[in-house]
């Protein structure tokens, strides 16, 4: 064979093949940003620099991108992947895609909308997308003498703002949860005297709906977290029929399910916090004609509640809890009054009291901001209705007091909400 011959990967005469899956090859890539296109296949060199890769802004089904390390240098410097607008393995492109193994490539393929871009293979494996951080919040409801129906919002830095007029029933008892990644929902609580079932949804923004019909038995004096990633869960409390340990879990729209079967003791009054890879823990209370408790109870990144763990820390009612850091949480104050924290590892262990800064209290709400950092807020001392703030910063140490804002009142609880600051 003479004469020049194309594509011969093999570079021997007399077995030619066509590059793999028929993609145009480009010059290394050495640059820190790449605005890729379909058929290609890159050398992604970061001896010197990470790179950033934007992906097409529109694709067909069985569009197909290719990226190797080229000089296995990805664990010290990684690819960032931007889907620009289109989903990652179903993920919308708020969620973060790094690839961080040296001596990596991936294959990219694009589905469809519903799934978007999905590796095909990967030769080595690659980090899951990474939810973006929540970094504000809301406090909503509660009760200063009568129950109400105000907010308040929270900013990337901690700042609590004046009182929002508030949207649904004014009630008490009622609990929060993150879902859809950066927004909320309230449900279930007390209003005027009567348990309800009904539900508000919580945008990005703070804005909190008009009531939503009940789903599930009307109960209040519960807790909720976020699961999965982008989903929550509401468990426990009291119905009319006494104490339960149902749930309802809602899915990343907001849609809160019919009641079913939940695990461990039912109780009230317990507060519920994120933790680890997308699990929840519930824990303290007060047992039906039985005191508080310290007991506590996981929860799966499917939603499933395992049966109890023994007590760490003072049995209480009436606190609060919060994610912090990356992957650990902390439970806040509670009946007594009492000041003490109890701080939560990434596999759920729940530490012995610290003791507590600040005023002690029951009833006041917390939620996580800032992507690392938490806030308490509001409650009660035993004589009057607070609306004093403390912050967490992201090894879980409480501050001391801040002045508050808003109205003072108690069992007011929190959510964590919108991925910018």
């Known amino acids: 064979m003479s004469g020049p011959v194309a594509n011969n990967i093999f570079r021997s005469s007399g077995v030619i093949a066509a590059a793999a899956g028929g993609l145009s090859w480009q010059p290394v890539v050495t640059a820190s940003t790449l605005s890729a296109s379909a058929g290609n296949g890159y050398w992604i060199n970061t001896t010197s620099n990470a790179c950033t890769i934007t992906l097409p802004g529109s694709a067909e089904a069985g569009d197909q991108i290719i990226f190797v390390d080229y000089a296995r240098t990805w664990g010290t ?46 030769i080595v494996n690659a980090l899951e997308p990474v939810a973006p951080p929540t970094q504000k919040g809301i406090f909503a409801y509660g009760n200063n003498g009568s129950d109400v129906n105000t907010r308040n919002l929270v900013n990337s830095s901690g700042v609590v703002a004046a009182d929002a007029t508030g949207a649904g029933a004014a009630r008490n008892g009622t609990a929060g949860a993150p879902y859809g990644g950066d927004k909320g929902l309230y449900a279930f609580g007390d209003a005027g005297g009567s348990r309800t079932g009904a539900s508000n949804l919580v945008t990005a923004a703070g804005v909190v709906s008009t009531d939503v019909s009940a789903v599930g038995t009307p109960k209040t004096a519960l807790a909720a977290g976020g699961y999965g990633g982008d989903k929550a869960i509401f468990a426990f409390g009291s119905t009319s029929s006494g104490y339960t340990n149902t749930k309802n879990l809602v899915n990343n729209s907001g849609v809160v399910a019919s009641d079913a079967t939940g695990g461990g003791t039912a109780r009230v009054n317990l507060a519920g916090a994120k933790f680890g890879d997308g699990q929840v823990i519930f824990a303290f209370g007060y047992l039906s004609g039985a005191p508080d408790t310290n007991i506590s109870n996981k929860v799966s990144n499917t939603g499933v509640i395992a049966s109890d763990t023994g007590g760490v820390g003072t049995a209480r009612r009436q606190l609060s809890a919060a994610s912090y850091g990356t992957d650990t949480a902390i439970f806040l104050m509670g009946s007594g009054p009492t000041d003490k924290t109890n701080l939560v590892s990434n596999t759920g262990v729940v530490a012995s009291d610290v003791s507590g800064v600040g005023t002690a209290r029951y009833g006041p709400g917390a939620l996580n901001y800032g992507g690392d950092k938490a806030i308490m807020a509001y409650g009660s001392d035993g004589s009057s209705y607070l609306n004093t703030i403390n912050l967490i910063n992201n090894s879980g140490v409480l501050a001391s007091n801040s002045s508050g804002t808003g109205t003072a009142r108690y069992l007011v609880p929190g959510i964590g909400i919108s991925t910018t600051a």
């Open 77 to 122: 410097n990684a690819i960032v992947i931007d889907s620009n607008g289109l989903n990652f393995q179903g993920e919308d492109d708020t969620y973060t895609v790094d690839y961080d193994t040296s001596g990596q490539a991936v294959n990219l393929v694009y589905s469809g909308a519903t799934i978007g871009w999905t590796p095909s293979s990967d």
